[in-house]
T-cell receptor
Framework: ETGVTQSPTHLIKTRGQQVTLRCSSQ?????VSWYQQALGQGPQFIFQ???????GRGNFPPRFSGLQFPNYSSELNVNALELDDSALYLC????????????FGPGTRLTVL | DQQVKQNSPSLSVQEGRISILNCDYT??????FLWYKKYPAEGPTFLIS?????DKNEDGRFTVFLNKSAKHLSLHIVPSQPGDSAVYFC??????????????FGKGTLLTVNP
C-alpha cells in the first residue's frame, strides 16, 4: 500500500477537449512525478514537481501541464486532446525529494475518441 | 530510441523454479536501476534497486545482478510463486542533475508462474 491515490479511475473524452487528472500523495511526500503509459509500452516521464515548482520535464508538448499543491495533491492537465493521448496516466510520489524512490498510484485510464 | 530494453515480452516458469528477467541499457550515464512489478489495474510497485557501484543486491527471494561493462542487469526470483505472476519493469536513472530524478522504463516482461 503506497498511499498514492488517483482520480478518476477511467475517463473518456473526445478529441480537442481538455482533461484534468488528479493525484493525492502521502503526507510528507514533497515530490510528485507524472508518467504516461501507452498500451504495450513502459511508463514515459512527463514531468516532476518538487515543492510546488516544476523540477524537470520529459519530451511532451506544452499542452501537458501540471500543478502541485501544498496539501500533497497534484494535477495533470492536458489541452487539445489527441487520439494518441489515450493511455494510462500514472503519478508517483517520493518521500525524500526528487531523486528518491518513486511510489506509484493505480493510474487513470484515459480514452480519447 | 529505447534506452532501456527488455527483449523478452513474456516468460513462463513453474512454481518453485527460478525466474530470470533480463534488461539491457544503452545510456552509460545511467547509474541507478530499479525493478517494479505491476498487476493489472494497479500501479507499478517498487521491488528492488541497485546502484552502479554494486554488482548484486538481495532482498528475500529477489536478487538483482548488474554487469556494468555489458550494460546488463537481471532480476532473479527464487523460488517463484504463482503470486509473482505480473508484468516486471526495469527502470533506470542517471547521475547528472538533468537526469537523476526521472525514471526511464523498459517495455516490461510478463511473468507467468504456473502452479
Amino acid at each position: 500500500e503506497t498511499g498514492v491515490t488517483q482520480s478518476p479511475t477511467h475517463l473518456i473524452k473526445t478529441r480537442g477537449q481538455q482533461v484534468t487528472l488528479r493525484c493525492s500523495s502521502q503526507s510528507g511526500h514533497n515530490t510528485v512525478s507524472w508518467y504516461q503509459q501507452a498500451l504495450g509500452q513502459g511508463p514515459q516521464f512527463i514531468f516532476q514537481y518538487y515543492r510546488e515548482e516544476e523540477n524537470g520535464r520529459g519530451n511532451f508538448p506544452p499542452r501537458f501541464s501540471g500543478l502541485q499543491f501544498p496539501n500533497y495533491s497534484s494535477e495533470l492537465n492536458v489541452n487539445a486532446l489527441e487520439l494518441d493521448d489515450s493511455a494510462l496516466y500514472l503519478c508517483a510520489s517520493s518521500p525524500g525529494g526528487p531523486t528518491d524512490t518513486q511510489y506509484f498510484g493505480p493510474g487513470t485510464r484515459l480514452t480519447v475518441l | 530510441d529505447q534506452q532501456v530494453k527488455q527483449n523478452s515480452p513474456s516468460l513462463s516458469v513453474q512454481e518453485g523454479r527460478i525466474s530470470i528477467l533480463n534488461c539491457d541499457y544503452t545510456n552509460s550515464m545511467f547509474d541507478y536501476f530499479l525493478w517494479y512489478k505491476k498487476y493489472p489495474a494497479e500501479g507499478p510497485t517498487f521491488l528492488i534497486s541497485i546502484s552502479s557501484i554494486k554488482d548484486k543486491n538481495e532482498d528475500g527471494r529477489f536478487t538483482v545482478f548488474l554487469n556494468k561493462s555489458a550494460k546488463h542487469l537481471s532480476l532473479h526470483i527464487v523460488p517463484s510463486q504463482p503470486g509473482d505472476s505480473a508484468v516486471y519493469f526495469c527502470a533506470a536513472k542517471g547521475d547528472s542533475r538533468g537526469s537523476n530524478y526521472k525514471l526511464t522504463f523498459g517495455k516490461g516482461t510478463l511473468l507467468t508462474v504456473n502452479p
